[in-house]
């Protein structure tokens, strides 16, 4: 027998999941790579998902990547950008980009980017349950705004301890959010613990785009890494403040025989960059070319400030170098020591070199063939699995519940 309940109007089914709509709160979709858009990407073209491009949490600073950031969304609010990118995408993704004010700690603007945010969005698609998922922790005033039939905070950094933000400020919004949202999904261990809240969380750590790194070809075109000596001690993605810099100088001139080599773009002004003359800073990278200089790499390091922030934090880049079969070696981070002897830990610039010469000097074909295969086992299409199954049975579980008054939050 199929048991069938009512909801607004919708059918939910013991026997057949309801489809759904993804609405989506995060980082700019053609911004730099991040988890919420690899994991969304595999929802598609069978999920519909609108994508809201929202600003981060930092007011903007008068330093060139903020300067360049403000400029591109902008310019991206006052030119024709939604159809443009509309007609470029995967199907069934729509991205829009409303205008926003970057001062969410000021209640009246809080306000009107919540009303606009609303109205980019628009209705409901006819037939689906819609699911509202968000990475910032200061949206919990749109939760229940957006007739949705279930809300996630997908929770992938610990916020309150980035720098620039108002650390109070954001633990109180995120504290909203998680009280209010049906599913907390945390990418450590330590995001997904909301027992404090009352709540239970939900683990799922970041995977990795496998073929893109492990089956890349080769770049027909000159390499700038291919001119730097071996051995290439290297790590890619954003420079900013979490890299211990001071630790990376200090390990550069105990071994000035080999090469330090960062891709990525920077926070960090021209000034906060060591100048060590094996220290090599290549600039960014377009993701599409990333692999072709990466695997010329032969250590991937995660040379993170051990902090409150970092602490909490999932590395993208751990997986992403085991894709390649490479070495890691990191500071002491929780989510990376889980990975055992598959990679060496260090915090002194003494055992950081150590560890750096252990695993090239052990590193082989079937090290490399271990760390190949880790990582073929962390894909994103089996995170994005495994957050649609516990979707589908959350949106059947509330269907059983009895509706709870439509004005039971507050409308600031």
């Known amino acids: 027998m199929v048991v069938t309940t009512m909801k607004n109007g919708r059918d939910f089914s013991n026997a057949s999941p309801l489809p759904f709509e993804l609405v989506v709160f995060s980082d700019d979709w053609h911004g730099l790579p991040f988890s919420c858009k690899h994991l969304v990407k595999h929802f598609l073209p069978d999920v519909p998902v609108t994508w809201a491009d929202t600003i981060g949490l930092r007011s903007p600073k008068l330093n060139i990547y903020d ?39 000021i209640a009246l603007v809080r306000g009107l980017n ?53 650390r109070g400020h954001i633990r109180a919004l995120e504290a909203e959010l998680i009280g209010r949202v049906d599913l907390v999904v945390g990418s450590a261990e330590t995001l997904a613990d909301v027992s404090r809240f009352g709540k239970i969380g939900r683990y799922l750590p970041h995977g990795v785009d496998y073929e893109h790194f492990a089956e890349s070809p080769e ?103 085991f894709a390649m079969g490479l070495p890691v070696v990191s500071t002491s981070l929780p989510e990376v020591m889980k990975h055992g002897d598959l990679v060496r830990i260090a915090d002194d610039p003494e055992g950081f070199a150590a560890a750096i010469r252990q695993v090239i000097d052990s590193d082989c074909d079937a090290r490399r ?20 199954q516990w979707i589908e049975q959350a949106i059947h579980d509330k269907s059983q519940e009895t509706p709870p008054p439509r004005d039971r939050f507050a409308t600031h």
Not at 247 to 268: C, E, I, K
Request: net charge positive; aromatic share 10%; charged share 20%.
């Open 369 to 388: 063939i271990e760390r190949r295969t880790l990582a073929q086992s962390h894909g994103w299409v089996l995170k994005a699995i495994q957050l649609r």
């Open 114 to 166: 919540r009303r606009n945010l609303i109205r980019a969005v628009g209705p409901r698609r006819p037939g689906y349950a819609r699911v509202f998922l968000t990475t910032w922790p200061f949206l919990g005033n749109l939760v229940g705004r957006l007739d949705e039939d279930l809300s996630i905070y997908y929770r992938v950094d610990d916020f309150s301890e980035f720098p620039g933000v108002r």
């Open 67 to 105: 300067i360049r950031r403000a400029h591109h969304k902008v310019v991206g609010w006052l030119g024709p950008k939604q159809k443009t990118i509309n007609s470029e995408l995967p199907a069934n993704l729509r991205i829009v980009d409303p205008l926003q004010v970057p001062y969410n700690h």
């Open 219 to 321: 770049h027909a075109c000159a390499l700038p890494i291919l001119e730097i000596p071996r051995p290439r001690i290297g790590f890619f993605g954003l420079l900013s403040s979490w890299i211990d810099f001071d630790l990376v100088a200090r390990v550069a001139a105990l071994r000035p025989d080999w090469s330090f080599v960062f891709l990525g773009p920077s926070q960090l002004p021209d000034s906060q960059l060591p100048r060590v003359p094996n220290l090599h800073f290549l600039g960014p990278v377009p993701y599409a070319a990333l692999p072709a200089s990466a695997r010329h790499f032969d250590v991937g390091l995660i040379p993170f400030r051990v902090s409150p922030l970092t602490l909490a934090v999932n590395p993208l880049k751990v997986m992403e170098y």
